[in-house]
């Protein structure tokens, strides 16, 4: 089986292929070199990394690795594989912000993130009204902090201000995110901690962590 640190090149390498071949016949040849060589290790990864992060934040995770074969019932795009690892740890917290964490591979990207992936009902109510009270600019400041660490932030999904808010509002942007996640590309983390997948996860892990904190404290 493969080990962890091997894990990320060995991921670019099999997804590379199966762009090249996204068919069932080419999967179906390969099927128990994926089991093998990024499934099981995936696993062990994800399992791994899960006891980390309950030490870190004190707090109980479950990981899931996302599986590799995709939902094409509403997709023009009908091949029929996904051509990346990705790994999630969900808090097992039923608080309204209770921020999660994520870990991805493919041939174009190596990323560790963290945070609300989705604002749904009530906690996109409070959420907007952090945001647009008082206490909004520190969380904006903390932002630019872990951005200034080279961290990114994806485009907010809305492209106006909500209804009920100052379309001038000088957190417009933040108020039109319906999740926060903050990522880091993580070549150069890799490299830095020698090539070992776990201690690189939990250095970004641990740069982002102020952003789990502060989330947490908004219940």
Request: charged share 30%.
């Amino acid at each position: 089986m493969t080990n962890n640190s091997n894990l990320v090149e060995i991921c670019v390498q099999f997804f590379k292929k199966l762009q090249k071949n996204n068919n069932r016949a080419w999967f179906n040849d390969h099927k128990e070199e994926y089991e093998r060589e990024i499934k099981k290790p995936a696993e062990f990864l994800g399992d791994i990394l899960q006891h980390e992060l309950d030490d870190l934040t004190s707090a109980s995770h479950k990981a899931k690795v996302f599986r590799i074969y995709r939902d094409v019932r509403f997709s023009k795009d009908k091949t029929p594989y996904n051509t990346h690892l990705h790994i999630g740890f969900a808090p097992l917290s039923e608080a309204n912000f209770a921020p999660s964490w994520y870990f991805g591979i493919s041939p174009e990207y190596f990323i560790c993130g963290c945070g609300m992936f989705d604002f749904k009902g009530q906690t996109l109510v409070d959420y907007r009204n952090h945001v647009a009270g008082p206490k909004g600019g520190n969380l904006s400041e903390l932002l630019t902090r872990l951005q200034d660490t080279g961290m990114r932030i994806d485009e907010p999904i809305l492209k106006r201000v909500p209804a009920g808010f100052d379309k001038e509002h000088v957190r417009g942007t933040l108020l039109k995110h319906k999740k926060l996640v903050v990522w880091k590309d993580m070549a150069e983390t890799f490299a830095k901690n020698d090539d070992d997948l776990v201690r690189a996860c939990m250095s970004a892990f641990k740069e982002m962590k102020p952003l789990y904190d502060y989330l947490k404290r908004m219940n």
